[in-house]
């Protein structure tokens, strides 16, 4: 008999390479001793965020500006095949400025109808 105790479960025994793992590869990608590769965000990433928080909380003129440079961010990130990142903050963007410009729609059918019924008032007392 053996008097080695087995690896504990998830181990792999002593000498062994890990069957899952490739070779010559770090577990957090590129090569043994080099850092992992984190792509750099999009330039732009930032900015769409930062227009859609501004059109949803301060001014919805800039919610269509966010929605469509989101748009166009995403794109160009989807298209960069992992080269950059930044994508959850430009989508993040793209959806407030959808809000914004929704809330901007509103804003202006409201103010259209407060119009239309100010001139029917006004027409209507003479």
Do not use: K
Request: charged residues 5%; contains cysteine; proline residues 12%.
């Amino acid at each position: 008999m053996s008097d080695q105790q087995p690896p504990p479960y998830g181990q792999q025994p002593p000498g062994q390479p890990n069957p899952y793992q490739p070779q010559g590869y770090s577990p957090y990608g590129g090569a043994p001793g080099q850092p992992p590769f984190i792509a750099p965000d999009h330039p732009q990433a930032s900015t769409v965020l930062i227009l859609g928080i501004l059109g949803l909380a301060v001014c919805q003129v800039l919610g269509p500006f966010a929605w469509v440079m989101g748009n166009r961010t995403v794109r160009e990130i989807d298209a960069s095949g992992g080269r950059m990142g930044g994508r959850s903050q430009a989508n993040i963007g793209r959806v407030l400025g959808i809000v914004a410009s929704a809330l901007l729609i509103l804003s202006v059918l409201a103010l259209v109808v407060y119009v239309i019924a100010l001139v029917v008032f006004v027409g209507s007392s003479t």
